[in-house]
């Protein structure tokens, strides 16, 4: 079945870094991919998506492109901020299967000051 | 605002008792969702409904039973049967669409354990 398989965390970086968490599928036709990011005691939530291989999500100042030819989609960002710090899932939908997600494990990401 | 709301935030059960948690979306989705997180297993589908009256199985859902009579709404009961059911549960949903492009809005979750 459909895969998803991200970096092992947590990540910790200083105020200001640059970011990257790998996210690689493993996928029978071609999934859209997504970005959800969770902050301590909350619900998950989009951060940004890619329908399509090339296409690049972006949201605040996050992006992440579909690379069809590495089945992957890193999540990167210039410089992160202390509020960046959650856990971040990377996660593939199709269309044969309805919209049901499927989830990477989470990378916990701490940002220090 | 429209938006999951999901209840109780935390709840304590005692083994061998069922316990039921409750979704409602004022969103007019027709697709809704139940969803386990685990530490460091990410989320994993339990059951999903594409219209009321309907509903299928998910990837781990034995010991847990779901209803969909109302649009807005889809409780979950987390039954005796279940043999581990302490974790974090969260509801979402979608609209029904067939792109499979479209994005879930969640809940805030509710936080189970069994004592």
């Known amino acids: 079945g459909d895969s998803v398989t991200q970096m092992e965390g947590p990540v910790t970086l200083s105020e200001e870094a640059f970011l990257t968490i790998n996210c690689t599928y493993t996928?029978?036709?071609?999934?859209?991919l997504f970005w959800y990011v969770q902050y301590p005691g909350e619900g998950l939530q989009l951060l940004l998506k890619?329908?399509?291989?090339?296409d690049k999500g972006s949201n605040k100042g996050f992006e992440a492109t579909y690379r069809k030819e590495t089945t992957s989609f890193h999540l990167e960002k210039g410089s992160v901020q202390v509020s960046d710090s959650a856990v971040y899932f990377c996660?593939?939908?199709?269309?044969?299967?309805?919209?049901?997600?499927?989830f990477g494990a989470g990378t916990i990401l701490r940002v220090k000051s | 605002d429209g938006g999951i709301t999901q209840s109780p935030k935390y709840l304590f059960r005692k083994e061998g008792q069922n316990v039921t948690l409750s979704c409602e979306q004022n969103?007019?989705?027709?697709?809704m969702y139940w969803y386990r997180q685990d530490p460091g297993q990410g989320l994993r589908l339990i059951y999903y409904?594409?219209?009321?009256?309907?509903?299928q199985k998910g990837d781990i859902a034995e010991g847990y039973s779901v209803s969909r009579e109302k649009k807005e709404s889809f409780p979950l009961t987390v039954t005796s049967a279940q043999k581990n059911p302490t974790a974090f549960y969260l509801c979402?949903?979608?609209?029904?669409?067939?792109?499979?492009?479209?994005?879930?809005?969640f809940g805030a979750g509710s936080r189970l354990t069994v004592l």
């Open positions: 409904s594409q219209i009321v009256n309907d509903f």
């Open positions: 996660a593939l939908s199709q269309k044969q299967y309805g919209n049901k997600l499927v």
């Open positions: 890619a329908t399509k291989a090339d």
């Open positions: 979402a949903s979608s609209p029904r669409g067939l792109s499979g492009a479209n994005v879930l809005t």
């Open positions: 969103l007019n989705h027709d697709a």
């Open positions: 996928a029978t036709g071609y999934p859209s």
